[in-house]
């Protein structure tokens, strides 16, 4: 088995249903995946005895792993911002409509 193989690591932080659950496990197993870093899982609530904790190299946070003073000060700043924008009426920036 190479270093390449071994050192691989999977990080998911946007859906838990993009992984297949089984093969996931099954690289964790063989040692092909290095580790895994989950903020969203298969199924929440993430059932804390799931089989795949037992490998040392898995690390998973409850689904606000990237709430963070940073984080939270950055959103006021563009949802104040677009606010006095839309106050305005001057095009609004700072912001990616999404769906």
Known sequence: M???C???LLVNIVRG???DYEAVAHYLESGHLG???L???WTEPFDPNDPILKFQSVLI???VGGVTEHSYRSTAKVV???AL???AGTPLTGIEPVN
């Open 61 to 63: 946070t409850p689904h």
């Open 85 to 87: 924008q839309l106050h």
């Open 39 to 41: 903020d969203v899982a």
């Open 6 to 8: 071994t050192s691989s």
């Open 17 to 19: 249903g993009l992984l």
């Open 80 to 82: 104040g911002d677009v």
């Open 2 to 4: 190479s270093d390449v």
């Open 35 to 37: 580790g895994l870093g």
